[in-house]
């Protein structure tokens, strides 16, 4: 079974290669990205799309970095917090009494 599930990833995975591989044969034409000040920018759409796709990319970690650093310090100070209460506990607790 766990070869099964090994070879049916594989499968996929060279099926969505090749696909991909398909999509940039098929568009290889030159375009034209006009930038600010007449700059432009030639060059196969494939290209222009993937940097497209590297930009967004890169804009949506840049954009949830500070609330993911926030988090981990916050999760940083709880289990400091934590870890010296149990500290605390321990150093509180008194044998039982004898009787």
Do not use: C, Y
Request: proline share 3%; net charge positive; hydrophobic share 60%.
């Amino acid at each position: 079974m766990k070869q099964l599930t090994w070879l049916l990833k594989w499968i996929l995975r060279a099926a969505i290669f090749f696909a991909l591989l398909a999509f940039a044969l098929n568009n290889q034409q030159v375009v034209s990205v006009h930038l600010f000040f007449g700059h432009v920018w030639q060059a196969s759409l494939v290209l222009v799309l993937l940097a497209a796709f590297a930009l967004g990319l890169a804009a949506g970690v840049l954009a949830m970095l500070p609330r993911w650093l926030k988090q981990r310090h916050a999760a940083r100070q709880l289990r400091r917090r934590a870890v010296a209460d149990s500290e605390l506990a321990l150093t509180t607790i008194q044998p039982p009494h004898e009787s």
